[in-house]
Structure formats: C-alpha cells, structure tokens
C-alpha cells in the first residue's frame, strides 16, 4: 500500500519562504516522475512543479524562479522550497507520484495536501 504524506505546510507572510515536503511509504517498481499540484478555493487543481526519473523538472510559470521542487536518490521523498511566497500562492498544495510495475501499468497515488496560507 503506497502512501504520500505532505508536511511542511502553514501560515508564511508575502515574501517569505516555506518548505513542503511528502514521504513515500509503501513500494513503487519505478517512478516516473514526483510532481506537485495546488488547488485554490474556487479553482481548478494545478500543477506546480514536476520532477522525473531523470531529475529533469519542470515549473508553471507562475512559480519559476521562485520555487524549487528535489527529490533524493531513492524517489521516497519529494521537496517544494517556495521563496518569495505571494498571497495568491495560497492553496492547498498535493504530492503527487507516478509510478509503474513491472509490466508498464502506470498509477498516480495522491497525498492528503496540505495548506499553505500566504497573509499579505
């Protein structure tokens, strides 16, 4: 039974920082990739960052340069470093992996999410 746990969440003023973390319990035959998403009151969810088995990431291009997703080596844990946080970073913020088996069936397993509340 894979599981995704979000922590790191919380109240942070415009222009700080925050780190948002997500641990993996549970085995996936391959990662393909670690991505988070958002989802803010009246929206739709979106991602945010993404990063795959190559560590090649990605970034919506209301976060880049701001935000910085990592992984370790063994793709149990993924990071969110967000720096110079706005109001309208407020959400809540899913881990997100997607992984495959042996035979290339692919799944997406979710986290929980966690807030984050930026104050202006």
């Known amino acids: 039974q894979v599981q995704l746990v979000e922590s790191g969440g919380g109240l942070v003023q415009a222009g700080g920082s925050l780190r948002l973390s997500c641990a993996r319990s549970?085995?996936?035959?391959?990662?393909?990739?670690m991505n988070w998403y958002r989802q803010a009151p009246g929206k739709e969810r979106e991602l945010v960052a993404k990063?795959?088995?190559?560590?090649?990431?990605n970034y919506a291009e209301s976060v880049k340069g701001r935000f910085t997703i990592s992984t370790n080596s063994a793709k149990n844990a993924v990071y969110l470093q967000m720096n110079s946080v706005k109001p309208e970073d407020t959400a809540v913020y899913y881990c997100n992996a997607i992984g495959s088996n042996r035979w290339g069936f692919t799944t997406s397993y979710w986290g929980q999410g966690t807030q984050v509340t930026v104050s202006s």
């Open positions: 990063i795959n088995s190559g560590n090649t990431t």
């Open positions: 549970g085995s996936i035959f391959s990662i393909n990739a």
